[in-house]
């Protein structure tokens, strides 16, 4: 594995260290260790430092997900694009992002239809992990708040397990 830190919010992100998931490393992301990234994932018996820790591992899934943030606003653009252009019976000029996907044979409907289908199993994941997240960083709030810290960490690691099964981070 790669392991990199976000500077500016201290979140970890691993990948492949075979170098297939190296066109998703954003540049802004800087090289660490296994031995820090362990350190900077590893909770403090906290509610501050549970729900950090949550919210990194859901960062580097969301990642795992769909991309860089650039990616994402790429991959909005060609949703949209291929939305209109369905809702329009696939007639018409073809729209920019659509005609960039209809090669190697695939036709502009097809290409629509694929890009829709990938958008879906995208709102998919990120809806899951939002709901995730969310959800075990209110029950962790509650058990701190009751001095259930020993609680609130279980919360936390069946949490980072069940967003690890929707986007399974190496």
């Not at 075979?18 to 800087?30: A, C």
Request: with cysteine; hydrophobic share 45%; net charge negative.
């Amino acid at each position: 594995m790669k392991y990199y830190k976000d500077p500016s919010m201290g979140t970890v992100f691993a990948y492949e260290a075979d170098g297939s998931q190296d066109d998703r490393i954003p540049q802004h992301l800087v090289a660490i260790t296994q031995d820090e990234a362990t350190d900077l994932t590893r909770p403090v018996h906290d509610e501050v430092s549970l729900c950090r820790w949550l919210d990194a591992v859901t960062d580097a899934a969301r990642v795992a997900v769909v991309g860089d943030p650039l990616r994402v606003i790429e991959y909005e653009r060609a949703a949209a694009e291929a939305t209109a252009f369905a809702a329009a019976g696939y007639a018409g000029d073809i729209p920019p992002m659509i005609a960039a996907w209809a090669i190697n044979g695939r036709t502009s409907q097809q290409a629509a239809d694929e890009i829709l289908r990938e958008s879906a199993r995208h709102d998919v994941a990120l809806l899951r992990l939002r709901e995730l997240r969310l959800q075990a960083k209110e029950q962790i709030r509650g058990e701190c708040s009751a001095g259930r810290i020993l609680e609130a960490q279980t919360i936390a690691e069946d949490a980072i397990s069940a967003i690890q099964s929707v986007a399974p981070i190496r």
